[in-house]
């Protein structure tokens, strides 16, 4: 019987990658508008490989990549593409698509739910509360909370004890099979991969459900509670 989720944020609820992609666009747009001399798609690029190297929450990827690229940091390219990338991240951030009827629904049939998230715990609550999924979730938990990111036990085991749940009665749903399926497998959590958000081109998850759309968590929690 399944009586709580665990529930990984950007990838999972959020398309995080998406908004990223929109909220550079626009930063590199707005340095070069102030007078970065490199052009659109090369600077765009540059950050993207600072990004991956560097970690997707990295505060200072900008300040980084224009220090490398002209020796010193700009100040007046910096705000430019610190207030375009807010102005863009704020606008185009979006919740995959059933999302709040997911959460309402499960909401309804009695579970518990506790958001998991390697970033940092201020930018997570941001996004779910700026996407209005606050009254959904009971805690966040990150890894800055324990300084062990996730396929680590800690997170996993932190978020078991704040739902009070055993590792089979509770499922965890997540994009990164790595992370967040292999991670909650290795404590006996049931797993549910949220397909719709891989970024990793991965061929098999390992995962007890595989989720083509985040609707179907309600198929899978009625088939394991019985109500099918």
Known sequence: MIRALIFDVDNTLTDFMRTKRVAVESAVEGMIDAGLPLGRDEMARKVFDAYAAEGWEDQRIFDKVLKKELGAVDYKVLAAGIVAYRRAKSGSMALYPRVHLTLLTLARLGLRCVALSDAPKLEVWLRVVSLGLHHYFDEVVTSADLGAP????????????????????????????????????????????????????????????VLADVHQLIEVVRKENGLA
């Open 150 to 209: 996730k396929p680590a036990p800690e997170p996993f085991r932190r978020a078991l004890k704040i739902l009070g749940t055993k590792p089979e009665e509770t499922l965890m749903v997540g994009d990164w099979a790595e992370r967040d399926i292999t991670g909650a497998k290795r404590l006996g959590i049931r797993t549910a991969w949220a397909r719709y958000g891989d970024t990793h081109e991965t061929k098999d998850s390992g995962a007890d459900y």
